[in-house]
T-cell receptor, first 114, second 113 residues
Framework: DAGITQSPRHKVTETGTPVTLRCHQTENHRYMYWYRQDPGHGLRLIHYSYGVKDTDKGEVSDGYSVSRSKTEDFLLTLESATSSQTSVYFC?????????????FGSGTQLSVL | GDSVTQMEGPVTLSEEAFLTINCTYTATGYPSLFWYVQYPGEGLQLLLKATKADDKGSNKGFEATYRKETTSFHLEKGSVQVSDSAVYFCALSWNSSASKIIFGSGTRLSIRP
């Protein structure tokens, strides 16, 4: 298995509180991604990073921010969580931009916003 | 815009049954097509892929053929096992771009012993 660790694995929080999810990789891959998975929608890209301090928005970026200060860590922050952000969040990594078939996923974080 | 449509689940089959999970796509041009599988408690992993029309992707007994004329990429397996129980996602991307993957909504498959 690719070395991807997401933390926490489960989190319950209240509306309006800040939440940070962490993705840690040991593969030294350049690209890292955050997706959310919701019933009926498959996976949708939130943000991705193409290097340290280099990030870009995905399809559903509103309400989320990211940071990447080290190659191995990619943080996803919900500044003020809302119930619509209840979801399963997946981190993924790839060595290059054109490596869709070598996209490796973490095991996910189940976030519940009450 | 581009999209992927999968048959809704859950799909429940008996062991050794034949499996088909339908997937169709909408896109201008010829994207790469993928099937990913998500086993319980795990992240997604690539199952198979096809990058051009009439290509057949295969892995672990699963097959899918890129059909340009019907814009389809149906997943098939001749004899399923209990260990195949998972959620299956069809997806497309342009130039195999990892940041431009569009996923279908997923189909949950349960296999009875």
């Amino acid at each position: 298995d690719a070395g991807i660790t997401q933390s926490p694995r489960h989190k319950v929080t209240e509306t309006g509180t800040p939440v940070t999810l962490r993705c840690h990789q040991t593969e030294n891959h350049r690209y890292m991604y955050w997706y959310r998975q919701d019933p009926g929608h498959g996976l949708r890209l939130i943000h991705y990073s193409y290097g340290v301090k280099d990030t870009d928005k995905g399809e559903v970026s509103d309400g989320y921010s990211v940071s990447r200060s080290k190659t191995e860590d990619f943080l996803l922050t919900l500044e003020s969580a809302t119930s619509s952000q209840t979801s399963v969040y997946f981190c993924a990594i790839s060595e290059s931009r054109t490596d869709a078939e070598k996209l490796f996923f973490g095991s996910g974080t189940q976030l519940s916003v009450l | 815009g581009d999209s992927v449509t999968q048959m809704e689940g859950p799909v429940t089959l008996s062991e050794e049954a034949f499996l088909t999970i339908n997937c169709t796509y909408t896109a201008t041009g010829y994207p790469s097509l993928f099937w990913y599988v998500q086993y319980p408690g795990e992240g997604l992993q690539l199952l198979l892929k096809a990058t051009k029309a009439d290509d057949k992707g295969s892995n672990k007994g699963f097959e899918a053929t890129y059909r340009k004329e019907t814009t389809s990429f149906h997943l098939e397996k001749g004899s399923v096992q209990v260990s195949d129980s998972a959620v299956y996602f069809c997806a497309l991307s342009w130039n195999s771009s990892a940041s431009k993957i569009i996923f279908g909504s997923g189909t949950r498959l349960s296999i009875r012993p």
